[in-house]
């Protein structure tokens, strides 16, 4: 095994990868380490769960596999890029493409109705949401901006929209009915087998068995009623409609893979019901499926007039729809992937809380997020801009987070414990003892679900919040509701550890509205705070607050320290970005900006030398951050337009940033010999590189594939410099 694991992923970040990963091989060799990769891609993980439908020529290893018993090892040592997080829509485009390039895969299938085609769906489920970062993530993740980052935001601050108290612009969620409502959370005092069983008048149906809980998990269980949210939905589009501003809709179908796609579904249903009253039988023999988007609908009925002018005429009388893409009518319900809560909603708040049109223009946008266990935290961010105006980038300080996932914690491991209810009943979690743990009464279609957050990782990341918080001196804050089953359950766990260590008055702990209240006010200050949270906010305040302070989320420090003794580097929260690559297939521009590959390069460096006693790694660790700092002191970030220096650009400036500071450090007098000539050489050959580069831009480019491009053309599109690639190898 490699000294480092560089994944391979998809989209924007994998092609950064094919310019930026010789550069990190060539440099790591003269330390002594090696650097390999590791698929975790969407197209590496479908070829290597369909071994059996390819050639031996075409089989690939099951990557994710071989990672996740990597992770559990003191010797783990991985940077992880972002990954798709495929909904049915980007999963079945994969496959489809696959299948193009000569690999014999079976079609997904939508509505299976045979047991081939339900093994087949089920083998393909796996690959859905959230697949990859449960597995990798063994450890506790610790997010914050990088000194140089921060201090680079705060001396060039970004543009922000302006709030003013008249904004129409407002969260709004259930109040009812909904997962936060129905919550029952307890701790189990033993080890415990769990099976979860639906009760109805006529019978008894086994959903899930064999569920296996060591002594001291939480598990929690609630549900979602379908009636309660098809109603609510109801009325916010008649509200946003009297009100004259935008419906959007704000999920997170990537990692709640099976509940927020039915929800999604339940949206698109609700904002077309003329049509689906008249029509739903004729539209669900045309394969019609409201979970995979108003776009797919659109597809489908395409070539049925009727249909189509009673969906324009059902849209006339609708509120106008926040646009994911204005010039191409793609609207907000029209893929449940493309709207995407964490990274929508603090685009929306650093915009003045406008969102686009179908007209291309700026308007205030109801924000409808139906389940309101995280809602607050948005809807109590608006209101404090609203109240006090937009955050100024240049004083404001920074919200570090500390945030509790290992071991699939919290709402972000219940897929496999997430059902909609095929009927009326009580839905029961029955422990190996005979206890029933937890039961709600459902209706059919309400969305039932199960999640369980281990008692390691718990006390894990209470240690981990401890060390931070000492290390900082800094307001510390558990974002934990008392009032709410599941939180309850970790204050009883956070409490005790912090009283025993002495360090009580050092934290505090309050409702996720209320420390979003408090963490504002203390940024706006200029000072820091740190916020410790469980996994669904560790997500979205590790884009919120960034986006804010920083305008974007993908320049974060991500460490993930991994229980067992290894590390994970994360490149930062911004998504794999599919309209750079866009972008760079139309134009070839790619505006994406590696610095949250930089910082973790560095972080991995630098463990990698505590870990294995290798101070050449450390030399090239500390040398990193000098690159770092270079690249933005001297504005060498990659540039939105085409024309103007991109992501090529950028990592020829690290490269010669780096050789820079490593031929001119004292550390290491063989490194810095080694580095001296090379640095020359990227000096020296600045003209003909930088040439090389602009000139390979403008005209479209053919990648070979967009899941699963070909590697020669990539390199070649990625790496257009033949004086660099003669210098680099």
């Not at 609708?318 to 029209?334: A, C, E, F, Q």
């Not at 408090?518 to 706006?524: K, W, Y």
């Amino acid at each position: 095994m490699s000294d480092i694991i560089y994944t391979k992923v998809d989209e924007a970040p994998e092609l950064a990868s094919a310019s930026f990963l010789p550069i990190i091989q060539k440099f790591a060799s003269a330390a002594g380490v090696s650097v390999g990769t590791k698929d975790i891609s969407l197209a590496g993980r479908i070829l290597a769960t369909f071994p059996e439908a390819l050639s031996a020529e075409q089989q690939q290893s099951d990557d994710l596999a071989e990672l996740g018993k990597l992770v559990k090892t003191p010797d783990a040592n991985v940077i992880k890029l972002p990954n798709i997080s495929a909904s049915v829509p980007q999963l079945v485009e994969a496959v489809k493409e696959l299948q193009s390039q000569g690999f014999a895969l079976p079609d997904y299938p939508e509505a299976p109705s045979t047991e081939a085609e339900k093994a087949i769906r089920a083998k393909y489920d796996t690959i859905k949401g959230s697949a990859v970062n449960p597995v990798l993530r063994e450890g506790n993740s610790d997010r914050r901006a990088a000194k140089a980052v921060k201090s680079y935001a705060q001396s060039n601050p970004h543009r922000m929209g302006a709030w003013t108290g008249a904004s129409k612009t407002r969260v709004s969620s259930m109040t009812g009915g909904d997962f936060f409502s129905n919550e029952k959370s307890a701790t189990l005092a033993k080890e415990a087998t769990a099976k979860i069983v639906l009760e109805t008048a006529t019978g008894e149906t086994v959903l899930k068995e064999g569920i296996s809980y060591p002594a001291g998990t939480v598990v929690d269980a609630t549900f979602m009623s379908a009636a309660a949210l098809d109603t609510f939905l109801a009325q916010e589009i008649a509200s946003t409609k009297e009100e004259g501003t935008l419906f959007s809709l704000h999920m997170k179908a990537t990692m709640m893979k099976v509940s927020d796609p039915i929800i999604f579904g339940h949206a698109v249903k609700v904002f077309l019901k003329p049509v689906f009253d008249i029509y739903g039988p004729e539209m669900a023999d045309l394969g019609v499926n409201p979970n995979s988007g108003l776009g797919d609908l659109l597809e489908r009925v395409k070539g049925k007039p009727e249909i189509m002018s009673a969906i324009d005429a059902c849209m006339n009388k609708r509120p106008p729809m926040y646009m994911v893409d204005s010039d191409k009518g793609i609207t907000n319900l029209h893929v449940p992937s493309d709207v995407i809560i964490d990274a929508s909603m603090p685009a929306l708040i650093r915009a003045g809380g406008k969102g686009w049109g179908p007209d291309g223009k700026e308007s205030d946008t109801n924000c409808v997020i139906p389940d309101n266990s995280y809602a607050p935290i948005y809807d109590e961010s608006i209101k404090f801009f609203k109240e006090n105006g937009a955050l100024n980038p240049a004083t404001a300080g920074t919200v570090q987070n500390i945030g509790l996932m290992a071991q699939k914690a919290e709402e972000y491991g219940s897929h496999p414990t997430t059902f909609e209810m095929p009927a009326a009943g009580t839905v029961k979690m029955i422990l190996d003892d005979g206890t029933v743990l937890h039961e709600h009464k459902v209706e059919e279609g309400d969305i039932w679900r199960s999640a369980s957050t281990r008692k390691a990782p718990i006390e894990d990341w209470v240690n981990l919040a401890i060390s931070r918080q000492k290390a900082e001196g800094i307001e510390a804050i558990f974002w934990l509701d008392a009032d709410r089953a599941h939180d309850a359950e970790l204050i009883a766990y956070v409490t005790p550890i912090l009283e025993a260590q002495g360090v009580a008055d050092k934290f505090q702990i309050m409702a996720p509205r209320e420390a979003t209240r408090a963490s504002l006010e203390t940024i706006t200050k200029g000072e820091n705070s740190i916020a410790i949270t469980g996994n669904v906010l560790r997500d979205y305040l590790t884009d919120l607050f960034p986006i804010l302070e920083l305008a974007t989320s993908a320049k974060m420090l991500s460490i993930v320290k991994l229980m067992n003794g290894g590390g994970l580097f994360e490149t930062g929260a911004g998504g794999s970005a599919p309209k750079h690559v866009q972008q760079l297939m139309e134009e070839n521009h790619l505006r994406w900006d590696s610095l949250g590959e930089f910082c973790a390069l560095g972080e991995s460096l630098k463990f990698l030398a505590d870990a294995k006693g290798n101070e050449k790694a450390r030399v090239l660790g500390l040398a990193v951050e000098a690159a770092t700092q270079g690249i933005l002191d001297n504005g060498n970030s990659p540039s939105r337009k085409v024309g103007e220096p991109d992501n090529r650009d950028s990592h020829y400036w690290f490269a010669r940033y780096w050789a820079d500071a490593l031929a001119t450090q004292s550390d290491d007098a063989e490194l810095a010999a080694h580095f001296v000539p090379i640095a020359q050489a990227l000096a020296s050959g600045e003209t003909a590189i930088l040439s090389e580069l602009a000139g390979a831009q403008g005209p479209a480019v053919d990648l070979g594939g967009y899941y699963h491009g070909n590697a020669a053309k990539t390199a070649a599109v990625m790496r257009p410099s033949a004086t660099l690639n003669a210098i680099i190898g």
